[in-house]
């Protein structure tokens, strides 16, 4: 089954900051999902990437599917962007992906 | 689309009572997923159901759990007795398919005293 790890857990940063998340997992898989936990509660899928690198607005991420590892990177941070990071990945190679193991996530505030 | 419904979005009930928790798919998803969410265990997969049938209920922590996908537009997921442990919240999914980018709910805030 596959383990997955983020660091840091906690990050707090100045508005303006470049921000690197990083997310490892044990076992091959055919695409890692990046999601946003807003302050109150809600969830919002950001990426799913299979290789490579994806953007949307500021955020970019990237995944190196041989190291089994993917960032996620926030340019030009924002007090809004103010939320929990969470990376997931399916729980085995192969089968069914819809069954999802969720890193512990990481906290990031960005003071202004 | 209004996006995956799930309610009610606060539960507080005693220890020993039912707890049904509901939501409402984005229409077209075939894939339903519900997750269980706590401070301790992050984010946790329960149970999921591909075209209202059960795929994968490895995640459903024992025989008080329970889930059903009556029809492709509603489902639920019924713990009885509760108990205090089950205090977390609880967000439904859905997607266009298993790999595919999933769309959270608001999520029920359950709280069992």
């Known amino acids: 089954k596959n383990e997955v790890e983020q660091s840091p857990q906690n990050l707090t940063a100045q508005e303006g900051e470049f921000i690197t998340i990083n997310c490892s997992y044990s076992?091959?898989?055919?695409?890692l999902h990046w999601l946003q936990q807003h302050p109150g509660g809600g969830i919002v899928s950001l990426f799913m990437?299979?290789?490579g690198k994806k953007k949307h607005g500021r955020l970019i991420a990237t995944i190196n599917i041989q190291e089994k590892h993917s960032s996620l990177h926030i340019t030009a941070s924002h007090p809004r962007d103010s939320a929990v990071y969470i990376c997931?990945?399916?729980?085995?190679?192969?089968?069914?992906?819809?069954?999802?193991?969720f890193g512990k996530g990481t906290k990031l505030s960005v003071k202004p | 689309d209004a996006g995956v419904i799930q309610s009610p979005r606060h539960e507080v009930t005693e220890m020993g009572q039912e707890v049904t928790l509901r939501c409402k798919p984005i229409s077209g998803h075939d894939y339903l997923f519900w997750y269980r969410q706590t401070m301790m265990r992050g984010l946790e997969l329960l149970i999921y159901?591909?075209?209202?049938?059960?795929?994968?209920d490895s995640g459903m922590p024992e025989d008080r759990f329970s889930a059903k996908m009556p029809n492709a537009s509603f489902s639920t997921l019924k713990i009885q007795p509760s108990e205090p442990r089950d205090s977390a919240v609880y967000f439904c999914?859905?997607?266009?398919?298993?790999?595919?980018?999933?769309?959270f709910g608001p999520g029920t805030r359950l709280l069992v005293l």
């Open positions: 997931a990945a399916p729980a085995q190679y192969g089968g069914s992906q819809g069954n999802l193991i």
């Open positions: 076992v091959g898989i055919s695409a």
């Open positions: 990437l299979s290789s």
């Open positions: 159901f591909n075209n209202n049938v059960p795929i994968d």
């Open positions: 999914a859905s997607s266009t398919g298993g790999g595919e980018t999933q769309y």
